[in-house]
């Protein structure tokens, strides 16, 4: 008999995430699978979930709930031998993840998604120790975003993020990095530094257009040493998605990224705090198979 696990984060999005166990039980039993449903209580729990899942076998892992849960779901299964494909029911406010993979975000219509035999293996990034599927930040604004609070995401979704890095664009220093990127270096003063691995970053679809889930890279920006005058230019930019085309911005593709710094500097990692540098990334290519949708494909 096959077997799924439905991770469920009650406290997601407007708290609503178990009103929609029901209906994936339904479907999830309709191909067959015997399920088991779990909800979470507080951090960590959706990883230690996730790894029962692999070690026992599970065919499917569905994460109901928003970016956090997704991400501590996957971090439980990066690591394991036998890894069950991924259903995700986006309950948060970004969604990033779904977003990238154009899964529905409205919740039913996601669900409906479960259905499908499609898989899509997309790509995972290391982080030191831990892993992210979206992007990882390094700046001062890197740092003032993990601290947009869940009030602020409610009211202004994606905008709050944009909000608090205007903010502290217009008041903080730029940093001398160190990247070491594949078999080349950039070193120079950056305001932010970004590795993303998909195109949608705290909601903004146009970030890194051209960013895949499944090419295999981390597609990376340094916004340099602005002039204050250039922020509305860049932000301009990241709207319009062609930040890489700025000229105060460098951009390339690598594999294999650390990043250092002379400066205490923060990290922030799909949404979260991080580690602080030195830090090293690299990508696992398609790594993990998610179930999505024709629409998806
Ligand atoms: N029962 C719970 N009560 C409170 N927090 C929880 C519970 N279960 C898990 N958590 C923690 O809540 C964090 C945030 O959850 P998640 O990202 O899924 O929802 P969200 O914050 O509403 O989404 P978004 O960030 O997209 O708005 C998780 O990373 C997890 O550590």
Redesign the pocket.
């Known amino acids: 008999m096959k077997q799924a696990m439905i991770i469920v ?5 407007k708290e609503e995430a178990v009103d929609h166990v029901e209906k994936i039980e339904k479907i999830l039993e309709g191909k067959e699978y015997t399920v088991k449903t779990v ?8 990883t230690k979930f996730c790894q029962d899942a692999c070690s026992q076998e599970f065919d499917v892992v569905v994460s109901l ?8 779901t996957i971090n439980g299964m990066v690591d394991q031998a036998h890894r069950p494909k991924l259903g995700i029911v986006p ?5 990033d993840f779904a977003r990238a993979l154009n899964i529905p975000l409205e919740p039913e219509a996601a669900i409906e998604t479960l259905e499908s035999d499609l898989k899509k293996k997309v790509d995972i990034g290391s982080f030191n120790d831990r892993y992210f599927v979206n992007i990882v930040a390094i700046g001062a604004i890197a740092e003032a975003t993990s601290e947009v609070s ?1 009030e602020q ?2 009211r202004f979704g994606p905008l709050a993020y944009l909000m608090e890095g205007v903010k502290t664009l217009a008041s903080s220093n730029a940093y001398p990095l160190r990247i070491e990127y594949d078999d080349k270096v950039w070193e120079g003063d950056s305001f932010l530094f970004l590795a993303a691995l998909t195109k949608s970053t705290a909601g903004f679809e146009k970030l890194s257009p051209d960013a895949k889930v499944n090419d295999g890279v981390l597609h990376c920006y340094v916004i340099k040493n602005v002039n204050m005058l250039r922020v509305a230019s860049i932000v301009t930019a990241v709207l319009r998605g062609n930040l890489k085309e700025d000229k105060d911005v460098e951009y390339f593709q690598a594999k294999k990224l650390r990043v250092s710094s002379s400066e205490k500097l923060h990290t922030n990692v799909d ?2 705090e991080g580690d602080p540098l030195p830090v090293a990334m690299e990508v696992k290519p398609q790594h993990i198979e998610v179930i999505i949708n024709e629409e998806a494909r």
Not at 91 to 95: E, Q
């Open positions: 984060n009650p406290s997601s999005g909800q979470t209580e507080k951090e960590l729990d959706a709930g928003g970016d956090g849960t997704l991400n501590e309950m948060g406010t970004v969604n869940p995401k409610t949404g979260e």
